[in-house]
């Protein structure tokens, strides 16, 4: 690699939009391009503000945006992530849009974020690539048999250095701007299978305090009761504290986040949740972050009851955002059949790759 191609770490400004902002706005701008490039899609935008409020918070995950430049112009990022209590896995963003490929910048990244996972005694590297809805070209299907995406120069890449396509995500929306009434028929469904046992609960994060810690410890189930493939998943450890400082990251990044949750009345904890956010403009894509229903209250049709009862919450706090967006694994047909049912359509596609370091 030559000096011109050397790598930098970041330096994060005081603020989104002050004087020593510029090359957050750039990183910001790289990362979009890259998810219209890959994904043929700008619903996955991120605003300057909430990149830096997630490369800011490093309670619970280290972060860190390393960058190489040429002639003073940014070609290539990577951002590294990784959670201070989780001992194995690093994971990672590799941006570098298709006309400055070839010249040895997504090599040299990628070294970066090995040497960096070795000295950080971890073992394993996990990455994400953004594929578009419809395949023209070879594909590649993953470890779990589930799902397809077709190869891209950074699939490419991932491949030669060992990593293997684990999983295959399916990006699925649903327009807001329609009626709403099978959602609604969906929920009393929902409502009425469930029975008394279990009650709905919303809010508007923050969380209130008496919910904090039986939300803390639903959200610590992803890491055990999502589908995860055969990538190496520590347990995550919750609590009210990291609630509060996510939901901190969240509003600093000028998001807004509903949360429909449904409590299991005879124990009094969260039996399900799903979690819709928005950023700053009223216009602005949905986002759904979560959505979970523990493993030992499956069968009572819950998650579509926090689905359904999100979206109508959603109507009301967010009334001109055209559509949710939604990431789900493909192996994960309890979920995918709830979002069909809803009128979730398919757009994209994402591969989760994993490379264990020996």
């Known amino acids: 690699m030559s000096t011109a191609l050397a790598i930098e770490q970041l330096a994060l400004p005081a603020s989104a939009d002050g004087p020593d902002a510029a090359d957050l706005i750039a990183l910001t701008e790289l990362n979009n391009a890259i998810c219209r490039e890959d994904a043929d899609l700008a619903d996955l935008d991120f605003t300057p503000a909430e990149m830096l409020s997630g490369l800011r918070d490093d309670a619970d995950r280290a972060h860190r945006a390393y960058v190489i430049r040429e002639g003073g112009r940014l070609v290539g990022a990577c951002i590294l992530n990784y959670g201070l209590a989780e001992p194995t896995a690093v994971d990672f963003d590799l941006m570098v849009l298709a006309a400055d490929r070839g010249h040895g910048v997504e090599d040299a990244l990628l070294a970066r974020i090995e040497e960096e996972t070795r000295s950080l005694g971890r073992t394993v590297m996990q990455a994400w690539t953004l594929h578009r809805g419809r395949t023209s070209g070879p594909t590649i299907v993953p470890a779990t048999d589930w799902g397809v995406v077709e190869r891209t120069p950074l699939s490419d890449q991932f491949l030669t250095n060992g990593f293997v396509l684990e999983q295959v995500e399916r990006n699925s929306t649903f327009d807001l701007r329609g009626p709403v009434d099978t959602v609604q028929h969906r929920l009393d469904e929902s409502l009425a299978a469930a029975g008394p046992d279990y009650r709905l609960v919303e809010w508007t994060i923050p969380t209130p305090p008496e919910l904090r810690e039986g939300y803390a410890w639903a959200l610590s189930r992803m890491s055990t ?120 359509a398919p757009v994209s596609y994402a591969g989760v790759w994993q490379k264990k370091l020996v």
Not at 255 to 280: K, W
Not at 281 to 301: C, F, I, K, N, W
Not at 312 to 337: C, H, Q, V, Y
């Open 225 to 344: 009761d999502a589908p995860s493939a055969a990538l190496e998943i520590d347990e995550e450890k919750w609590d009210a504290g990291r609630v509060e400082r996510r939901e901190k990251r969240i509003l600093d990044g000028g998001q807004t986040m509903s949360v429909s949750a449904v409590l299991h009345v005879p124990t009094g904890r969260l039996a399900a949740f799903n979690e819709l956010v928005i950023g700053t403009e009223p216009d602005d894509v949905t986002h759904q972050y979560s959505t979970l229903v523990l493993r030992e209250h499956r069968g009572h049709r819950l998650g579509m009851l926090v689905k359904c009862a999100n979206i109508l919450r959603w109507r009301g706090i967010a009334p001109r955002s055209p559509k949710i967006s939604t990431f789900n694994a493909e192996e994960n047909r309890p979920m995918l059949d709830i979002n069909e049912a809803i009128g979730f």
